[in-house]
């Protein structure tokens, strides 16, 4: 019998996707094997940027009963809010982002406790490289701080970049504790004064979160949201288990746009809401968007992206309620257009820009401005230098239009030569490029299960080698 060698399995992030990629790999390793689960930000361990909110008001966008960690055990979540958290809630309920980064929290411990053969550890450092040996095989990670570790897979699952900001260096420089780049891991309200005016630059979810906390801390000053195009997330309704019959195979954007509308309107005449037929379509969206050519992804970027997330990424009524509400008592103003510049006049910051409807030169003062355009897909623009350092060398192919890097159908990373990389796999945001929907976790959890799936039968076959000879 060789003697045995520990298999280590490396995940980079340690938000939702590495979590759950951990936890899958405990449920089904049944051979000794190490898992390491790496995260820079300590806070955001087992939480990530979504569910390790500091705002007041941080609910999950997607009901209670949607947002189980296992496709094939649909109540999980709901049912841990039961056990744990006192109050009454239905499937139906918002409950906060936080009681989820908990309840993955608890997953991890249960499952690492129950597996004797794993050893699961988390480490808390910037990756800020990753090659891999052609002769071993092995990839060698490297650390800001620590000493480098070698693993025989690697599964990418570094999320969200942070926004990218519309302002230059300089402009950032002069404003000082006026701008906030990054929405996550802090509380940008936190310290404000109570009649301080703010804006908010990009109107999407994370935007609602920030204005219903500061109606929630009863802020007296005005609230600017301020955007492109002005679209705004529209609310939750009920849904229902709704199918239809219509095929998008070899259709192009707008051909795909336009059968939307009319399966829209045929479940209308049945009584059904819109938001059934977007829920109803999301089995096919990967398939829809494979089948589009890269002229015609460009088309759908461009023409109708901003009509499909705010119809896909919607908000609760009750936070449309408070918007409405600020709306009408003047406390929220909503402008759209293209920003011109920022003049920082002591305590305040005027923010020009040219509106969208009319063509004036538009401009209103405010004490903070947080950025909450949404996350980049932009890997070469961003500040992860692990992306950055992979793309250069070739290992990751930052894909055409900018919104992921190119995987395979298993969500093999595929270096810029086209070929893809053995054991190394990506979970999340990172393959939205090739799926499209890859940023929820109705898809990162079957993205989650899989790739462990993927890791433990090659891990199985392996040590039968290493053990049997
Ligand atoms: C504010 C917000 C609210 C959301 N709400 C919902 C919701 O209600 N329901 C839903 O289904 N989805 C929601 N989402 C979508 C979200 O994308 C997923 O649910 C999920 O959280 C994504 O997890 P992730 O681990 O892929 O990414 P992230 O949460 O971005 O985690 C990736 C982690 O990788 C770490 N990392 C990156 N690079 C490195 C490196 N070089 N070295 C070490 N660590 C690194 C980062 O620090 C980060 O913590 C929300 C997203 C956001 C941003």
């Known amino acids: 019998?060789?003697?045995?060698?520990?298999?280590?399995?490396?995940?980079?992030?340690?938000?939702?996707?590495?979590?759950?990629?951990?936890?899958?790999?405990?449920?089904?390793?049944?051979?000794?094997?190490?898992?390491?689960?790496?995260?820079?930000?300590?806070?955001a361990l087992f939480r990530g940027a979504a569910y390790s909110s500091q705002l007041s008001y941080e609910p999950l966008n997607v009901h209670a009963g949607k947002m189980s960690a296992f496709a094939h055990l649909p109540d999980s979540f709901y049912q841990w809010i039961i056990d744990n958290r006192s109050t009454t809630i239905n499937r139906e309920s918002f409950v906060s982002r936080r009681w989820y980064g908990d309840y993955l929290t608890e997953l991890y411990q249960k499952y690492k406790a129950q597996n004797k053969l794993v050893k699961a550890k988390t480490v808390i450092d910037t990756v800020t490289s990753v090659c891999r040996d052609e002769a071993?095989?092995?990839?060698?990670?490297?650390?800001?701080?620590?000493?480098?570790?070698?693993?025989?897979?690697?599964?990418?699952?570094?999320?969200?970049?942070?926004p990218q900001d519309i302002f230059t260096a300089e402009q950032i420089s002069?404003?000082?504790?006026?701008?906030?780049?990054?929405?996550?891991?802090?509380?940008?309200l936190k310290g404000i004064k109570p009649t301080d005016n703010v804006l908010i630059v990009g109107t999407?979810?994370?935007?609602?979160?920030?204005?219903?906390?500061?109606?929630?801390?009863?802020?007296?000053?005005?609230?600017?949201?301020?955007?492109?195009?002005?679209?705004?997330?529209?609310?939750?309704?009920?849904?229902?288990?709704?199918?239809?019959?219509v095929s998008f195979d070899g259709k192009g954007a707008r051909e795909v746009f336009f059968e939307l509308r009319r399966a829209f309107r045929n479940a209308a005449a049945k009584g059904i809401t819109w938001q059934s037929v977007i829920d109803g379509l999301r089995i096919r969206t990967a398939r829809i968007w494979r089948n589009l050519p890269t002229a015609e992804r460009k088309l759908f970027l461009r023409n109708f992206k901003n009509y499909w997330e705010i119809h896909r990424h919607r908000m609760p009524q009750a936070s449309a309620n408070v918007l409405e509400q600020m709306q009408n008592e003047g406390k929220l103003e909503l402008h759209n257009g293209k920003y011109n510049k920022v003049e920082v006049n002591g305590d305040a910051v005027?923010?020009?820009?040219?509106?969208?409807?009319?063509?004036?030169?538009?401009?209103?003062?405010?004490?903070?401005?947080?950025?909450?355009?949404?996350?980049?897909?932009?890997?070469?623009q961003c500040s992860n230098g692990m992306m950055k350092d992979a793309i250069a060398k070739g290992w990751m192919k930052q894909d055409e239009l900018k919104i992921g890097i190119e995987t395979g159908i298993r969500g093999e990373i595929m270096m810029s030569n086209g070929i893809v990389?053995?054991?190394?796999?990506?979970?999340?945001?990172l393959r939205?490029?090739?799926?499209?929907?890859?940023?929820?976790?109705?898809?990162?959890?079957?993205?989650?299960?899989?790739?462990?799936?993927?890791?433990?039968?090659?891990?199985?076959?392996?040590?039968?080698?290493?053990v049997d000879i």
């Open 1 to 43: 019998m060789q003697g045995e060698k520990h298999i280590q399995i490396a995940i980079i992030g340690g938000g939702a996707s590495g979590t759950l990629t951990a936890i899958n790999l405990l449920r089904k390793l049944n051979r000794e094997a190490k898992v390491y689960l790496i995260e820079k930000h300590e806070g």
């Open 136 to 162: 071993s095989g092995l990839y060698t990670i490297k650390f800001e701080g620590r000493d480098a570790l070698t693993a025989d897979y690697v599964v990418f699952a570094t999320g969200n970049e942070p």
């Open 174 to 188: 002069a404003m000082g504790t006026h701008y906030v780049s990054l929405p996550w891991f802090t509380d940008p």
């Open 204 to 245: 999407g979810l994370t935007m609602v979160d920030h204005v219903v906390s500061l109606y929630k801390q009863g802020h007296q000053g005005k609230v600017y949201c301020f955007s492109r195009n002005g679209y705004l997330p529209l609310p939750h309704n009920d849904t229902s288990n709704y199918t239809f019959d």
């Open 350 to 380: 005027t923010f020009y820009y040219t509106d969208k409807a009319t063509g004036e030169q538009c401009n209103f003062n405010t004490n903070l401005i947080i950025n909450c355009t949404g996350p980049s897909g932009d890997y070469m």
């Open 421 to 429: 990389l053995k054991n190394c796999y990506a979970v999340g945001p």
């Open 432 to 466: 939205k490029a090739s799926e499209w929907e890859s940023t929820a976790m109705r898809e990162i959890r079957t993205q989650a299960d899989e790739t462990a799936q993927y890791i433990a039968d090659k891990v199985a076959t392996i040590h039968d080698v290493l």
